[in-house]
C-alpha cells in the first residue's frame, strides 16, 4: 500500500503571498490532519478534516486553512504568508475513528512540505 | 536533512546498551498515548500505543510504560542499533480537547547511538 503523499517536497515563497499544500492519504483512509513543525514550537495540530468537513481546529489563525475532497485527498492554505510561517508542514491520514477501536485509528506521517518564507 | 529540533535534549547510548526516552504528558484525562519516531528528512513514523487502562505494552524490542499518577510516559529500547538514531516524540490524544484525532506532541528527545 503506498503510503502519505505530500508535494510539493519544497517551496520557498515571499512576505505576503499565499500557498497551496497537497496531501494524498492512504488509500482507504478517511481523515486527513495537517501539522506544524518548528524547531522553537515542536509539533502543532492545525486542523484535521474527515468526510470533506473540518471535525477539529487548532489554534492558529485563519490565514491557515484546509479543504477536503471527495477522494480524502486534501489541501491546506496559508494566506498573507509571514516570516513565522517557515516550517515543515506534515499530514497524517488515520482511519478517522473518533471511538471503539483506537488500535486501528493510528496516524501515518507524509514525508512532509518544508515551506520557507523569505 | 532538515533539523528537526536544534535544542532537544539528547540521550547518547552506545550501540548494544539500552534506552530509556522519558516524557511527561499534559493531561490527566488524556486516555491513549502514542510514540514515534522521527529520522532526518522524514515525517513521524509510528512505533508503539498504550491505552490509559494499561500500565506496560511490548512490542519488538520497545516496551512503554505509562505511570498515570504522575502523568509519565517512557519508552525502553533494547539493544539499540545505530538505525534507532533519531528523534523520538511521544504524543497524548485526550478525548475531551479536540477528539481521537488530535495528537498533542511532547517537544521531543533526540538519540544518538554510538557504535
Known amino acids: 500500500k503506498a503510503g502519505v503523499t505530500q508535494t510539493p517536497r519544497y517551496l520557498i515563497k515571499t512576505r505576503g503571498q499565499q500557498v497551496t499544500l497537497s496531501c494524498s492519504p492512504i488509500?482507504?483512509?478517511?481523515?486527513v490532519s495537517w501539522y506544524q513543525q518548528t524547531p522553537g514550537q515542536g509539533l502543532q495540530f492545525l486542523f484535521e478534516?474527515?468526510?470533506?468537513?473540518?471535525?477539529n481546529k487548532g489554534n492558529f489563525p485563519g490565514r491557515f486553512s484546509g479543504r477536503q475532497f471527495s477522494n480524502s485527498r486534501s489541501e491546506m492554505n496559508v494566506s498573507t504568508l509571514e516570516l513565522g510561517d517557515s516550517a515543515l508542514y506534515l499530514c497524517?491520514?488515520?482511519?478517522?475513528?473518533?471511538?471503539?477501536?483506537?488500535?486501528?485509528?493510528?496516524?501515518?506521517f507524509g514525508a512532509g512540505t518544508r515551506l520557507s518564507v523569505l | 536533512g532538515e533539523s528537526v529540533g536544534l535544542h532537544l535534549p539528547t540521550l547518547s547510548v552506545q550501540e548494544g546498551d539500552n534506552s530509556i526516552i522519558n516524557c511527561a504528558y499534559s493531561?490527566?484525562?488524556?486516555?491513549?498515548f502514542i510514540w514515534y519516531k522521527q529520522e532526518s528528512g522524514k515525517g513521524p513514523q509510528f512505533i508503539i500505543d498504550?491505552?490509559?487502562?494499561?500500565d506496560k505494552r511490548q512490542g519488538q524490542r520497545v516496551t512503554v510504560l505509562l505511570n498515570k499518577t504522575v502523568k509519565h510516559l517512557s519508552l525502553q529500547i533494547a539493544a539499540t542499533q545505530p538505525g534507532d538514531s533519531a528523534v523520538y516524540f511521544c504524543?497524548?490524544?485526550?478525548?475531551?480537547?479536540?477528539?481521537?484525532?488530535?495528537?498533542?506532541f511532547g517537544a521531543g528527545t533526540r538519540l544518538a547511538v554510538h557504535p
Open positions: 497524517a491520514s488515520s482511519l478517522g475513528y473518533e471511538w471503539g477501536n483506537l488500535a486501528k485509528n493510528i496516524q501515518y
Open positions: 488509500s482507504g483512509h478517511r481523515s
Open positions: 478534516y474527515f468526510s470533506e468537513t473540518q471535525r
Open positions: 493531561n490527566s484525562a488524556s486516555d491513549y
Open positions: 498504550i491505552r490509559s487502562n494499561m
Open positions: 504524543a497524548e490524544i485526550s478525548p475531551f480537547s479536540g477528539g481521537y484525532n488530535k495528537l498533542i
